[in-house]
Each structure stands twice: as C-alpha cells, then as structure tokens.
C-alpha cells in the first residue's frame, strides 16, 4: 500500500506565490512519475503539472511560466511551486504518484487533495 499526502494550500492574494508538497510512503520500489491535478469547484479535474523519473516536465497551458514542478527521487517527494497566482488558480490540487512497489506490481496513488485559494 501506498500513502501519498500533499501539503502547503491556503489562502494567498492574486500574485502571490505558494509551495505545495507531496510525500509518498510505503510499499515503494521505484516512482516514475509524480503529477499535479486541481479541480475547481464545478469543473472537472484537470492535469497540472507532470514530471517523470528522468526530470521531464510538462505544464498546462494556463500555469506556464508561474508553476514548476519539483520532485526528489531519493526522498520519494515533490513541490509545485506556483507563482504569480491568479484567482483562476483557485482549486483543490492532488498529487498522484505512480511507480512499482517491491513485489514488481504498478501503482498510482492519489494523496487527499490541499485547498488553494486565490483571492484579495
């Protein structure tokens, strides 16, 4: 089993900045991949940001430039930092992990979501 936990949401002001963490725990072997989704009251969730075990990046089109995606292999986390934050940023953002525990078996993971809000 596989835990993922995201940390660091809150209220900032529009252009302001925040850091948001992800640690996964547990039955881990190896983690590919880590990404940032955010679902917004009344819409569906969307794809953030996305880094792989090598260190490649992709953002959505609307967070370019004010986010970047971190992760440390070692330590099995990773931060969004998120810049320039706009009031359309404003969301409940998830960290979903995906990698191979010890028993060889994929797994993707989702931690429980942090409140980002944007607003004066």
């Known amino acids: 089993q596989v835990q993922v936990v995201e940390s660091g949401g809150g209220l900032v002001q529009p252009g302001g900045s925040l850091t948001l963490s992800c640690a996964a725990s547990?039955?881990?072997?190896?983690?590919?991949?880590m990404t940032w989704y955010r679902q917004a009251a009344g819409k569906q969730r969307e794809l953030v940001a996305h880094?792989?075990?090598?260190?490649?990046?992709n953002y959505t089109d609307s967070v370019l430039g004010r986010f970047t995606i971190f992760r440390t292999n070692a330590k099995n986390t990773g931060d969004l930092r998120m810049n320039y934050l706009k009031p359309e940023d404003t969301a409940v953002y998830y960290c979903?992990?995906?990698?191979?525990?010890?028993?060889?078996?994929?797994?993707?993971?989702w931690g429980q979501g942090t409140q980002v809000t944007v607003s004066s």
């Open positions: 979903n992990v995906g990698g191979s525990t010890w028993a060889g078996l994929p797994f993707a993971s």
């Open positions: 547990g039955n881990i072997f190896s983690i590919n991949s």
């Open positions: 880094i792989t075990i090598g260190g490649s990046t």
